[in-house]
């Protein structure tokens, strides 16, 4: 998507800005929107025939952001919950990295507040339970959503 955008930029003779800055936004968003809306915002850049159409998404994707959060369906957990359910995401996605664990762990830490506070505003105890339960990264995307 970064180089999407930035050859839309480019070809616009606009800044492109810089590429780590972008990952690391889009990493926010998948936290904040969670997978299936920022699917959904990520076919809509990458659709994008210019600067204009990327603003859309974007005005899109914050929209859809507010209704996420305007709508809790959480049960109310707590951080204590939340900081064992990222600790043990954190464990399985470092264990998938392998030799990218050094990557994964960075952006972990970049995330973990977006996490958190998704985690406690709209987290559910099932999401925890299956979280707690899983033993690889392909058990724990059957959790839907929390991570």
């Known amino acids: 998507m970064c180089k999407h955008i930035a050859a839309l930029r480019t070809a616009e003779n606009q800044p492109e800005g810089q590429f780590e800055s972008c990952v690391v936004h889009f990493e926010h968003e998948i936290v904040s929107l969670?997978?299936?809306?920022?699917?959904?915002?990520?076919?809509?850049?990458?659709?994008?025939?210019?600067?204009?159409?990327?603003?859309?998404?974007?005005?899109?994707e914050k929209e859809a952001e507010l209704l996420l959060h305007e709508q809790h369906h959480a049960d109310g957990l707590s951080e204590e919950t939340c900081e064992a359910a990222f600790a043990?995401?954190?464990?399985?996605?470092?264990?998938?990295?392998?030799?990218?664990?050094?990557?994964?762990?960075?952006?972990?830490?970049?995330?973990?507040?977006?996490?958190?506070?998704?985690?406690?505003d709209q987290g559910t105890n099932a999401e925890v339970e299956c979280t707690m339960k899983a033993k690889d990264m392909d058990e724990l995307n059957s959790c839907q959503g929390l991570f």
Do not use: P
């Open 34 to 60: 969670g997978c299936e809306v920022f699917a959904q915002m990520a076919q809509c850049v990458m659709d994008a025939k210019s600067v204009a159409d990327i603003e859309v998404c974007e005005a899109a």
């Open 88 to 120: 043990k995401f954190s464990l399985l996605a470092l264990e998938e990295a392998a030799e990218h664990a050094e990557l994964v762990k960075e952006v972990l830490e970049e995330v973990k507040a977006d996490v958190m506070t998704s985690c406690v």
